[in-house]
């Protein structure tokens, strides 16, 4: 049995064809995959401006230029692991209580199949059901988390389940190994001066933007990886932790933000970890014509593919 395979640009024009994660076959039933990209559609967690439910679409369209291997690191994740895209969650568009009780259930049941999730959002609200599925299979995870925004908050609204609180949650209900989280990238403007510091508080490493400005990241990624490494990981990464200058399609930008290159080193250094699950969220693609932010987001869960366990690199 082969691995699914994204289609070549010399089979079908890269503008032609459904447009299904990296133009993957989109047909494989989750039991035989080791790695399922999926989409949740979903933003009626946002603060500000909505669109991320575009997102998944978005990410799939501009996927279409990806090709199989990674040059920079010679990893060949679709030689290695059977990856395919398995389609979208069905969440209610009324009702954000059911569209949260939907994710978990599904992603329950996927995860019954041991593949690992890789998931194209939707808004941060998203990552409470994940992760509450997740560590049902893994137990506390560590948490890699790459944003502008600690998203800690109790309430918002008087609402508890939000994009801005599914960290608050997930260490409430005992989804996050507290000592091997790393937040990064936060910045901006808060509430109050100390808003970052509950964070602290529950053993996270938080990570503001200053401390990333004018440098590789490599350095800091090797303290982050010893860290929360030693256990099962989950990556969660919001758009908007890059700056808004080269990923303005998103719902709450902060300017001052993290670079590309940046971006990419965060994700390659987590190879070796013991990753169960990833999501790239808050992608709302109307907000930028150019495509680039969908683009970005694209090949930055490509490179979170390139990471996985079991993906081998070519000489
Ligand atoms: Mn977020
Ligand atoms: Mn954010």
Not at 180 to 204: H, L, M
Request: contains cysteine; glycine residues 10%.
């Amino acid at each position: 049995m082969s691995n699914p395979q994204p289609l070549g640009g010399n089979q079908m024009p890269r503008f032609g064809g459904l447009a299904s994660f990296m133009r993957l076959p989109a047909a494989t039933p989750p039991a035989e995959l080791d790695v399922a990209v999926v989409g949740v559609p979903f933003d009626i967690g946002t603060s500000n401006r909505p669109g991320a439910r575009f997102g998944p679409r978005g990410i799939r369209a501009e996927s279409v230029l990806l090709r199989p291997y990674n040059m920079a690191t010679r990893a060949a994740p679709f030689d290695s692991l059977r990856i395919d895209d398995v389609g979208d969650v069905p969440t209610n568009p009324y009702n954000l209580t059911d569209s949260v009780a939907r994710i978990e259930t599904w992603y329950r049941d996927l995860l019954t199949h041991g593949v690992v999730p890789v998931t194209m959002g939707g808004d941060h609200t998203i990552a409470l059901p994940i992760l509450r599925a997740v560590a049902a299979k893994h137990g506390p995870v560590g948490l890699v988390h790459v944003d502008a925004h600690t998203d800690i908050n109790d309430v918002m609204f008087g609402e508890r389940v939000a994009h801005g609180t599914p960290f608050r949650r997930a260490v409430e209900e005992g989804l996050l190994d507290c000592a091997r989280v790393a937040q990064i990238g936060v910045r901006g403007t808060g509430y109050a001066a100390d808003d970052f510091d509950w964070s602290r508080e529950q053993g996270f490493r938080v990570v503001q933007v200053e401390e990333c400005w004018h440098r590789s990241l490599v350095p800091l990624m090797a303290e982050v990886t010893a860290q929360v490494g030693g256990g099962p990981v989950y990556l969660s990464f919001d758009i908007d932790g890059i700056d808004p200058s080269f990923a303005p399609g998103t719902g709450t930008p902060e300017i001052a933000g993290l670079t590309v290159p940046q971006a990419v080193e965060i994700i390659r250094a987590c190879r070796g970890l013991d990753l169960v699950g990833c999501d790239l969220v808050e992608v709302a693609p109307i907000y930028d014509t150019s495509g680039n932010t969908s683009l970005l987001a694209a090949n930055l869960l490509y490179e979170m593919l390139c990471v996985l366990p079991g993906v081998e690199y070519r000489p």
